[in-house]
C-alpha cells in the first residue's frame, strides 16, 4: 500500500459553503461561527498537518471535522475516518453530519446486522465518514476487508475526545495508542484533527507521541459563562436523595443525574419514580435500542432526567439540557468538567451541582483495585485464548 498512497495536497477553501453548511447543521440561518471555528476549519482544508484543537464543552468541535470533511469531499478528495469513543456519541454525531448531507456510517457492536451494507457502500464511494470506535483498530478483520479498501483514500483521520489518549489510554482505552501505528497505512501528509476540550501539558505530549510532532494546537477559553456550579459536601446517601427530589421539583427543563456505579442508577432511578418524577436509569448494561429510545427521550424533553453512569457521558449534545446533577464524585477532575459540560450549550443559564458522599472513596477504591486482571486471571484469559484462536477472533470482531 505504502507505493500506491497518493498526497493530498492543498484544498483551496469556500467560505460561503462553510457558512452554508454551518447554518444547515444548527438548524439557525443567521447563525455565525464562534471564535477560532472557522480559522480550524481553514487549516484542515487547505493545509495537510496535524492539529489539536482544545474549545470548551459545547463550543462545536464536531461542526470543524464535519464542514472540513464534506469541503474536501466537495473538492474531490477521499473519505474522512473518525475516531470516536462511545456509541451514544457516534449516534449524536451521525444526527448532525445528516443536517449538513455529511454521509456518515458507523461499524460498531450495536449494528453488526448493517456491517456488510456499510463496507460495500466504503468500497463503492459513497460514504464520507466512518465513524468506528478505537477498538476497532486492533481488529485484524477490519483493516484487512475495510482499511485496506479505504486507506490510501482517507484524506482526515479525526480522533474525538483526544484526551483518551492520555486519561483512558493506559488502561480504560488503550488502543487510541494504536492509531499511531496505523498512521503508515494512510497517504503521507493525511490531515489528522484531534479534538478535545480537556487536554493540559501531559495530554498534549501523549498527543504528540501518539499522532507526531509539529502538531498545532488551538486553544480556546475554557469558562462557560451560562452555567452555574454548587458543591454540597452530604455524606448521607439518604439525604443526598431527599434532596435529589425536591431540588428536581424545583429545576425547570430536563437533564442528566450521574451516578457511580449501575446499581446506583437503578436505586436511584426508583426512588424518583416512586417520588412521581419521569426518570429513567441509563446504563451501559442496557441493549442498544434501550440507549437510543432514552437518548431520544431526554433529546425530546419527554423525560425529566435520566439517571447515568459515564455510559451517557462525552459528546452527548442537547443544547437546551439545563442541569446536571453527581450524586457522587467523578473519578476525576476531566469527568467532571466532561459531565457538567452537557448543560448550558444553548441556554443562557444552567445549573450544575455536585453532591459528595462519605462512599465516594470505597467506590474509587473499588475501581482502582479492579482494574486489572490478577495473575492467576490473567493466566486462564492466555489459556482460553490459545485453546480456541478463531473464536476469540471473531468476538473480538463483534464487539469492538
Same mark, same amino acid.
Given at each position: 500500500m505504502?507505493?500506491?498512497?497518493?498526497p493530498?495536497g492543498?484544498?483551496?477553501y469556500d467560505?460561503?459553503?462553510?457558512?452554508?453548511l454551518?447554518?444547515?447543521?444548527v438548524?439557525?440561518?443567521?447563525?455565525?461561527?464562534?471564535?477560532?471555528?472557522?480559522?480550524a476549519?481553514?487549516?484542515?482544508?487547505?493545509?495537510?498537518?496535524?492539529?489539536?484543537?482544545v474549545e470548551?464543552?459545547g463550543?462545536?468541535?464536531s461542526?470543524?471535522?464535519?464542514?472540513s470533511?464534506?469541503?474536501?469531499?466537495?473538492a474531490?478528495a477521499?473519505p474522512?475516518?473518525?475516531i470516536?469513543p462511545?456509541?451514544?456519541?457516534?449516534?449524536?454525531?451521525i444526527?448532525a453530519a445528516?443536517?449538513?448531507?455529511?454521509?456518515?456510517?458507523?461499524?460498531?457492536?450495536s449494528n453488526?446486522?448493517?456491517?456488510?451494507?456499510?463496507?460495500?457502500?466504503?468500497r463503492?464511494d459513497?460514504v464520507?465518514?466512518?465513524?468506528i470506535s478505537?477498538?476497532?483498530?486492533?481488529?485484524?478483520q477490519?483493516?484487512?476487508?475495510?482499511l485496506?479498501e479505504?486507506?490510501?483514500?482517507?484524506?482526515? $483521520?479525526v /480522533?474525538?475526545? &483526544?484526551?483518551?489518549? !492520555?486519561? @483512558?489510554?493506559?488502561?480504560?482505552?488503550?488502543?487510541?495508542r494504536?492509531?499511531?501505528?496505523l498512521?503508515p497505512?494512510?497517504?503521507?501528509?493525511?490531515?489528522?484533527l484531534?479534538t478535545?476540550?480537556?487536554?493540559n501539558?501531559?495530554?498534549v505530549?501523549?498527543?504528540e507521541?501518539?499522532?507526531?510532532?509539529?502538531?498545532r494546537?488551538q486553544?480556546?477559553?475554557?469558562?462557560?459563562p451560562?452555567?452555574?456550579?454548587?458543591?454540597?459536601?452530604?455524606?448521607?446517601?439518604?439525604?443526598?436523595m431527599?434532596w435529589v427530589?425536591r431540588?428536581?421539583?424545583?429545576?425547570d427543563?430536563?437533564?442528566?443525574?450521574?451516578? $457511580?456505579t /449501575?446499581?446506583? &442508577?437503578?436505586?436511584l !432511578?426508583n @426512588?424518583?419514580?416512586?417520588?412521581?418524577f419521569?426518570?429513567?436509569?441509563?446504563?451501559?448494561?442496557?441493549?442498544?435500542?434501550?440507549?437510543?429510545?432514552l437518548?431520544?427521550?431526554l433529546?425530546?424533553?419527554e423525560?425529566?432526567?435520566?439517571v447515568a453512569?459515564?455510559?451517557?457521558?462525552?459528546?452527548?449534545?442537547?443544547p437546551?439540557l439545563?442541569f446536571v446533577i453527581?450524586?457522587?464524585?467523578?473519578?476525576s477532575?476531566?469527568?467532571?468538567?466532561?459531565?457538567?459540560?452537557?448543560?448550558?450549550r444553548g441556554?443562557?443559564?444552567?445549573?450544575?451541582?455536585?453532591l459528595?458522599?462519605s462512599?465516594d472513596?470505597?467506590?474509587q477504591?473499588y475501581?482502582i483495585?479492579?482494574?486489572?486482571?490478577?495473575?492467576d486471571?490473567?493466566?486462564?484469559?492466555?489459556n482460553?485464548?490459545e485453546?480456541a484462536p478463531?473464536?476469540?477472533?471473531?468476538?473480538a470482531?463483534r464487539?469492538s
Amino acid at each position: 500500500m505504502a507505493d500506491t498512497r497518493s498526497p493530498i495536497g492543498r484544498i483551496e477553501y469556500d467560505a460561503s459553503r462553510a457558512l452554508q453548511l454551518l447554518r444547515a447543521g444548527v438548524g439557525q440561518p443567521d447563525i455565525e461561527f464562534r471564535d477560532g471555528q472557522e480559522g480550524a476549519i481553514r487549516q484542515m482544508v487547505e493545509e495537510p498537518g496535524r492539529s489539536l484543537v482544545v474549545e470548551r464543552t459545547g463550543w462545536g468541535k464536531s461542526f470543524v471535522y464535519f464542514i472540513s470533511a464534506k469541503l474536501l469531499r466537495e473538492a474531490g478528495a477521499g473519505p474522512t475516518l473518525l475516531i470516536s469513543p462511545l456509541l451514544s456519541l457516534m449516534r449524536n454525531q451521525i444526527d448532525a453530519a445528516q443536517r449538513m448531507g455529511v454521509t456518515a456510517e458507523t461499524i460498531n457492536s450495536s449494528n453488526s446486522d448493517l456491517w456488510a451494507n456499510v463496507v460495500s457502500r466504503i468500497r463503492s464511494d459513497e460514504v464520507d465518514i466512518l465513524l468506528i470506535s478505537p477498538e476497532r483498530l486492533a481488529n485484524e478483520q477490519f483493516r484487512n476487508e475495510v482499511l485496506a479498501e479505504i486507506g490510501d483514500r482517507v484524506t482526515m $483521520l479525526v /480522533v474525538d475526545e &483526544a484526551h483518551c489518549v !492520555s486519561d @483512558w489510554g493506559h488502561d480504560f482505552r488503550p488502543d487510541y495508542r494504536r492509531i499511531a501505528r496505523l498512521l503508515p497505512l494512510f497517504p503521507r501528509n493525511i490531515r489528522v484533527l484531534a479534538t478535545t476540550a480537556t487536554a493540559n501539558r501531559r495530554v498534549v505530549q501523549d498527543l504528540e507521541e501518539a499522532l507526531g510532532p509539529n502538531l498545532r494546537v488551538q486553544r480556546g477559553d475554557l469558562a462557560r459563562p451560562s452555567l452555574s456550579l454548587q458543591t454540597i459536601r452530604m455524606p448521607s446517601r439518604a439525604r443526598r436523595m431527599a434532596w435529589v427530589a425536591r431540588r428536581l421539583s424545583e429545576l425547570d427543563g430536563s437533564g442528566i443525574i450521574y451516578v $457511580l456505579t /449501575v446499581r446506583d &442508577a437503578i436505586q436511584l !432511578s426508583n @426512588w424518583l419514580k416512586h417520588q412521581g418524577f419521569n426518570v429513567h436509569a441509563y446504563t451501559g448494561s442496557l441493549e442498544s435500542d434501550e440507549r437510543v429510545r432514552l437518548e431520544r427521550s431526554l433529546l425530546k424533553n419527554e423525560v425529566k432526567a435520566l439517571v447515568a453512569t459515564t455510559a451517557l457521558g462525552m459528546g452527548f449534545d442537547k443544547p437546551d439540557l439545563r442541569f446536571v446533577i453527581h450524586f457522587q464524585v467523578p473519578q476525576s477532575i476531566i469527568h467532571y468538567y466532561q459531565q457538567v459540560g452537557r448543560a448550558g450549550r444553548g441556554v443562557n443559564q444552567a445549573y450544575g451541582v455536585l453532591l459528595g458522599g462519605s462512599e465516594d472513596l470505597n467506590i474509587q477504591d473499588y475501581f482502582i483495585h479492579s482494574a486489572f486482571p490478577t495473575r492467576d486471571e490473567a493466566g486462564q484469559v492466555l489459556n482460553a485464548l490459545e485453546s480456541a484462536p478463531m473464536a476469540c477472533q471473531s468476538a473480538a470482531w463483534r464487539q469492538s
